[in-house]
């Protein structure tokens, strides 16, 4: 089975200063990873993902992570926050020929002014 | 498109009554899933969906039931609703090729409060 460790709850960040949200996975096999975003009562929405190849994955919303197979994480980052950024972060995982997906419990990022 | 549709936005149940969470989505996905969305616990699937007639259970699929009679429903059925039930509920589709799922659309959610 795969799990999904995200090691903060919450990350307030003030405005237009870096951001690092941390994901870690467990699995056995090989994986999909994915990173999604829930603003203020509204439903998830992909942010980006990691299928194959290059380990840098850029997304919308000048988001970016990197998949480090040996460090089994996909730490999703943003050079520069916006108030906009406000919402909370959940890592997901996929393993290889299974259909279930299992998200991390969430970071929950507060932009500061 | 209209993407993933859920039914109601919001309801409230008593202890033991039953009802059903309606799911659509139009972009002929063929995997469907449930998921309930509790306050530090992240997204924890329910039940699921290969494809129609095909169903499977997921982690926390105790008090639910789903049935896939079409590719476009997928509805979640509380048989005797309880208050641990109370919980904003998901539902989810994506395009799959064999083995492989794809990134999954996510509906706005149905919040549920049981008492």
């Known amino acids: 089975a795969q799990s999904v460790t995200q090691l903060d709850s919450q990350v307030p960040v003030f405005e237009e200063a870096p951001v690092e949200l941390r994901c870690n996975y467990s699995?056995?096999?090989?994986?999909?990873l994915f990173w999604y975003v829930q603003y203020p009562n509204q439903g998830l929405q992909l942010l980006l993902k990691?299928?194959?190849?290059?380990?840098l994955v850029k997304g919308i919303n000048g988001f970016e992570a990197e998949f480090n197979k040996s460090q089994t994480s996909f730490h999703l980052r943003k050079p520069s926050v916006h108030i906009s950024d406000t919402a909370e972060y959940f890592c997901?995982?996929?393993?290889?020929?299974?259909?279930?997906?299992?998200f991390g419990t969430g970071t929950r990022l507060t932009i500061i002014p | 498109n209209a993407g993933v549709t859920q039914t109601p936005k919001f309801q409230v149940l008593k202890t033991g009554q039953s009802m059903t969470l309606q799911c659509a989505q139009d972009?002929?996905?063929?995997?469907m899933s449930w998921y309930r969305q509790d306050p530090g616990m992240g997204l924890r699937l329910i039940h699921y969906?290969?494809?129609?007639?095909?169903?499977d259970q997921g982690e926390v699929p105790n008090g639910y039931n789903v049935s896939r009679s079409t590719t476009e429903d997928f509805p979640l059925r509380l048989l005797s609703a309880a208050p641990s039930q109370t919980s904003v509920y998901f539902c989810?589709?994506?395009?799959?090729?064999?083995?492989?799922?794809?990134?999954?659309?996510f509906g706005p959610g149905t919040r549920l409060t049981v008492t």
């Open positions: 989810a589709s994506s395009y799959s090729a064999g083995t492989v799922t794809y990134e999954q659309y």
């Open positions: 699995s056995s096999v090989s994986v999909y």
């Open positions: 990691y299928l194959s190849g290059s380990t």
């Open positions: 997901a995982v996929i393993r290889f020929g299974n259909e279930k997906l299992t």
């Open positions: 972009m002929n996905h063929e995997y």
């Open positions: 969906s290969v494809g129609a007639g095909i169903t």
